[in-house]
């Protein structure tokens, strides 16, 4: 039976059935016929269409994340010339709306799974993921604290102040469930990411100036610098 003629419609409806089964099975457990029930089309369609399970996972993951990025870039548009805290600022803003916003990766109930699932239980195309969409990001925010913690600084410490940002921001999201019962925490609330923007900025500058204010203070013969794999000590 060939695929329908209307094929933009059709494509739409495989990419968003696929990714709720995606999200709520994984990408080993989910089928391709349970895709097809879901969206209501033929198993010949994804063949036609996308090449086969591997071409719809990579399909919709990646459609999911360029429409979260495009609607909220990575540095909210700001420029390198804002000042340090407010470029530090604008980047948690645009983390927790990519990850909170009803129009986000949040407003995709069965598709935020797939992100978690991914994260979890890395797919064969976690390193195309990352090259594509995390290694930008990191490396903006690495650029960031680089330069809030001024002349040398080394990679452990920036690699360490850039996972402790970007973990904040998702505690939020992935614990979720938790954080709303251990605190009384309105996700709901119109305002609710600038008031976690302005936490998150606050502890990060916090702890950053720290890790300067030690490095300043110790000293050099006592700094343990890190050690290229395959070196001896």
């Known amino acids: ?19 709720n089964v995606f999200g709520q099975m994984g990408y080993k457990a989910a089928t391709i016929r349970e895709i097809c ?3 209501g089309v033929n198993v010949a369609s994804i063949n ?6 591997q071409g719809l996972y990579r399909t919709v993951v990646t459609d999911l994340l360029s429409r979260t990025f495009d609607r909220y870039p990575i540095d909210e548009g700001i420029g390198i010339h804002a000042s340090l805290e407010d470029r530090l600022r604008a980047f948690i803003r645009g983390a927790l709306q990519r990850l909170l916003s009803p129009d986000g990766l949040s407003g995709y109930p069965g598709k935020g799974q797939l992100i978690a699932r ?21 490396a903006v925010l690495s650029t960031i604290i680089s330069e809030m913690l001024g002349p040398g600084a080394t990679v452990r410490d920036i690699m360490r ?54 490095r300043v203070s110790t000293p050099p013969a006592q700094v343990d610098e890190p050690r290229m794999e395959g070196k001896s000590k």
Request: charged share 25%; with cysteine.
């Open 1 to 19: 039976m060939a695929p329908p003629s209307d094929d933009k419609p059709v494509k739409e409806k495989i990419i968003d059935a696929a990714g």
């Open 37 to 39: 029930r879901a969206a």
């Open 48 to 53: 036609y269409y996308f090449g086969g399970k």
């Open 118 to 138: 991914e994260l979890a239980d890395p797919s064969p195309f976690m390193d195309d993921l990352v090259d594509q969409f995390i290694r930008p990001t990191a």
């Open 161 to 214: 102040c850039q996972i402790s940002v970007i973990g904040q921001c998702f505690h939020y999201a992935m614990a979720r469930p938790i954080v709303t019962r251990l605190v009384a925490l309105d996700f709901s609330k119109a305002d609710i990411i600038d008031e976690l923007t302005g936490h998150i900025t606050r502890f990060s500058l916090a702890g950053i100036e720290s890790v300067r204010q030690s």
